[in-house]
């Protein structure tokens, strides 16, 4: 039975991947770069050091890299307040907790905005650890966020939850269970191919699947 549950924050407990892919769109058009909004959104979840060459070129991230993660988050505050976290946010982060599990929030997003996210839905009272992109080399869909979830709690023993086809990977590649939920707006093929092993329609579907599979303590 797993003793810890690793959550992604964006899209999984807060409901802000379009917010992201506008962001995003915005801060490449101060360079006269037009990326479709639909091909940004697939991209949302993976971490703006990857996500920059992966929706437009390597000639563009060696050239404004930089530039635009600092725009995305320019562009992004401006847009902060309007987003929520879904209704069943804390009913998971609580239910998780009655099962005994240890919970470690995991975003892909900068300290700053996540620090935002976690005031938004109490995280700190309900989660035993944070880390963010700004703790490790790259991250998802590389596995450092989840490697480093696993070392910092000494879990053998954990899953992951995810609304992008990128927390999948990451999972696989760290070798950590891999739960969904749509809340991400991917398909329920995208990421059963990513890895999935259960895809929920939201969170309430996915507390109800822990509960059915993870025995609440004595």
Do not use: C
């Not at 920059?52 to 563009?60: C, D, G, L, P, R």
């Not at 991230?61 to 946010?89: C, K, M, W, Y």
């Not at 053998?156 to 939920?181: N, Y």
């Amino acid at each position: 039975m797993p003793d810890t549950v690793i959550l992604d924050v964006d899209g999984t407990l807060v409901d802000s991947n379009y917010h992201h892919a506008v962001a995003w769109y915005r801060a490449f058009r101060r360079h006269d770069v037009t990326v479709p909004l639909w091909h940004l959104h697939r991209a949302i979840g993976m971490g703006g050091d990857q996500l920059v060459a992966h929706v437009s070129s390597q000639e563009i991230e060696n050239a404004h890299g930089d530039d635009l993660r600092a725009q995305h988050s320019e562009e992004f505050d401006g847009l902060i307040d309007e987003v929520a976290p879904f209704a069943e946010t804390e009913q998971l982060l609580r239910g998780l907790r009655d099962r005994g599990l240890r919970l470690v929030l995991a975003t892909s997003g900068g300290s700053r905005h996540a620090e935002h996210f976690l005031d938004l839905i109490d995280g700190r009272t309900h989660a035993d650890d944070v880390v963010t992109s700004a703790d490790v080399e790259a991250s998802k869909p590389a596995p450092d966020l989840i490697e480093l979830a696993l070392e910092r709690e000494n879990s053998h023993d954990a899953v992951l939850i995810g609304d992008s086809v990128w927390d999948g990977r990451a999972g696989v590649r760290a070798g950590v269970p891999f739960l969904a939920v749509r809340t991400g707006g991917f398909s329920v093929d995208e990421l059963v191919e990513a890895g999935a092993e259960y895809v929920a329609h939201d969170l309430a579907d996915l507390l109800d699947h822990v509960r059915r599979e993870v025995s609440a303590p004595a």
